[in-house]
């Protein structure tokens, strides 16, 4: 008897026929995209080509014009927002933190809003997002004009971990901060991917990002979407796609690559 294959896993989330236009203007035109559990996946494309459009229409922060998101199955756009928050983690572009905020109160803000959790166990919870988040303990009580560009960066994990979500969005983790700390950012991600189980959708044109840690990446062009792995992506003959895998800044990120693998 032939033994049978195992059905592949349904995936945590599916794009379906996405289009979004901006009055004539079609950024999106049938894109579909489905997003493995457990894995780490890039987002990147050139300017113009609807990253932070994509990235809103799959948290559900923007209705597409035509076709779904699925999350675990479920439409993305009929789910209250306290289901969404305890499924979904955002960390928005620049960190995003609440100014007038602790680093403590930003990281229990999503537990005020969307459960009934006493004061002294958020108090708990957020210790343990800025544990796991690498940022010492007396960060907790320091404002975010207090800290340091990758500080603010980690600081935003911990909200984005605050009610252990089981898929996190990161919007341009690495922009804006030094090698040192845009490494240290990348290991961190890592990290939680393998410790947690977390799936992470990454939008970056940080090609270190892509190459050294996504399993996957998904380039937008043509208002459409390419998902394929690094290695077959950089022998892609598509004209933007080989500039960008190929272009002048690829090459540090490529030796990157081959440090991470062991090569």
Do not use: Y
Not at 1 to 25: C, D, H, W, Y
Not at 58 to 71: F, I, M, N, Q, Y
Not at 134 to 160: C, E, H, N, Q, T
Not at 200 to 216: A, G, M
Request: charged share 20%; hydrophobic share 45%.
């Amino acid at each position: 008897m032939t033994a049978r294959k195992a059905a592949p896993a349904e995936p945590i989330l599916s794009a379906r026929a996405i289009v979004n236009r901006f009055g004539k203007q079609v950024v999106h035109d049938k894109l579909s995209l489905d997003i493995q559990r457990g894995e780490i996946i890039g987002i990147a494309g050139g300017s113009g080509s609807g990253k932070s459009v994509l990235l809103k229409t799959l948290v559900g922060l923007r209705k597409p014009d035509a076709g779904e998101v699925l999350l675990n199955g479920e439409a993305v756009g009929s789910m209250s927002a306290a289901d969404k928050a305890s499924q979904i983690g955002v960390l928005f572009q620049q960190g995003a933190l609440f100014s007038s905020l602790s680093v403590a109160q930003n990281i229990m803000l999503p537990m005020r809003e969307h459960t009934a959790l006493p004061d002294g166990e958020q108090q708990e919870i957020a210790a343990m997002k800025l544990a796991l988040s690498g940022l010492p303990a007396d960060a907790g009580i320091k404002f975010p004009s207090a800290l340091s560009g990758g500080m603010v960066k980690r600081a935003a994990f911990a909200r984005a971990l605050a009610l252990d979500p089981k898929i996190l969005f990161l919007d341009e983790p690495t922009s804006n901060l030094d090698p040192i700390a845009a490494s240290g950012i990348d290991a961190l991600i890592r990290s939680l991917n393998e410790s947690l189980g977390i799936t992470v959708v990454i939008v970056t044109h940080d090609l270190t990002t892509l190459l050294t840690i996504c399993d996957r990446i998904a380039v937008l062009v043509d208002r459409n979407v390419t998902v394929d792995t690094a290695d077959r992506l950089v022998k892609s003959g598509h004209p933007w796609i080989h500039e960008f895998f190929h272009g002048p800044r690829a090459d540090g990120a490529m030796k990157a690559r081959k440090a991470s693998h062991g090569n």
